[in-house]
């Protein structure tokens, strides 16, 4: 028998809407009084010769300890970052206004030459969703999270454990305990974002978009579209996870949060119980100091080298150049660059279309066969595309 229990707060709590058994109750830090959860078993569940080691216990949260146990806590080397959301607060705008003041126009920029250049459509899954949007919006956000991280040569843990991730979300978006929030582009998903579901707690685990998209700011879009979903349905916190430093989420937020590592032994353990439990301590010690020491970005480094290490990158090369010849369109060929013989052609144009801020409707793509080159034209512009032989 284990003489030791591993949580993970959040799986736990968010996953589950459960908490470890040794913890009567959890509340909000800004209402202490009121509980969140509370665990009934935890008086009948105390085992003498088992303790508990919970990582990730976000500060925001109370945790009322059991009185047949004693805590132990060690700060995590990571941080959290969320969004706190007053009761007064009417839309994602004004919160803006709040957190970026006079920049807040550079975000609402990204969404609103979104919505200038394609046909778009914002929709959010929760508590309903079939089973083939389903499988088809779990097989699109797969592709984009592999694509991304194969670009940047590092692992994805969620790739890791897919298969549960795949079979876990189903049930629970419908049974209203997570969300996915979908941006379409002419009814295909360029982004997408799960979301987990605590009370009016809402807490993002993944999310991804289509590179070919990236110039529109595709991660600041999306934090705007989920945060105005939770703003919308009165969420009183939108936690977007955690990490050791992201400028992006920490210009976002308004509340960093410090995370503990939770260590909870019975009062009357026996004495082979309570020396599992010190070297348990002191290892989690060791290694919230080798974090702090910025080790785990040289393990990531060998791990993410050992991993790719036969993976050759196979990035599309092209060049573009301004075309002012327009009397030569006549003699090229019109083509349809949504046809999948032309996929490399979206991100060169879609770029244009940011650029210039057109609709790609107003675009035409022109193709010169015997020189190898593109042209893209609409509002009396135009570049000129070639791609370059690897």
Known sequence: MSLKEKRDFFIDLFERHTIPEPIDSIADVNSPRLSLLANTKSNKLCNNRVFYSIKWVPKYL??????????????????????????DLKSVDEYLKLQFKSRAYKITRYVKRLETCFHLNCKTYHGNISKNEYDTLFDALKIMLVTRFKEKKKINDRLQVWQKLYNMYYTLINE??????????????????????????????????????????LGHVMIYKQLDWCIKN???????????????????????YNLDHLFLVPKKSNFITVIVYKIEIF???????????QWHVLYN?????????????????????????????????LINYGHNDYLNLRKPVNDFLYSNSIHKDNVKIYKNINEKYFVVAGNNKAIKIMFIDS
Not at 65 to 86: E, L, M, P, R, W
Not at 283 to 293: D, V
Not at 316 to 323: C, G, L, N, P
């Open 234 to 256: 009165k969420f009183s916190l939108y936690d977007m996870g955690k990490g050791v430093y992201y400028d992006f989420k920490e210009r976002w937020c308004n509340q960093i």
């Open 283 to 293: 290892k989690i010690q060791l290694f919230e100091y080798l974090r702090s020491k």
């Open 176 to 217: 209203g305990k997570a969300s996915m929030i979908v941006v379409y582009e002419s009814d295909i998903p360029i982004s997408i974002s799960l979301n987990l579901i605590f009370r009016k707690f809402c807490f993002n685990t993944i999310i991804s978009y289509n590179l070919d998209y990236a110039k529109f700011g």
């Open 301 to 333: 480094k060998i791990k993410n080298g050992i991993y790719f290490m036969n993976y050759s990158k196979k990035s599309i090369e092209y060049k573009t150049s301004v075309f002012s010849n327009m009397l030569a369109l006549k003699d090229m060929e």
């Open 62 to 87: 109370i945790t009322k300890t059991n009185a047949n146990y004693k805590a132990y806590v060690i700060a995590h080397y990571h941080i959290g970052y969320s969004i706190q959301i007053d009761d």
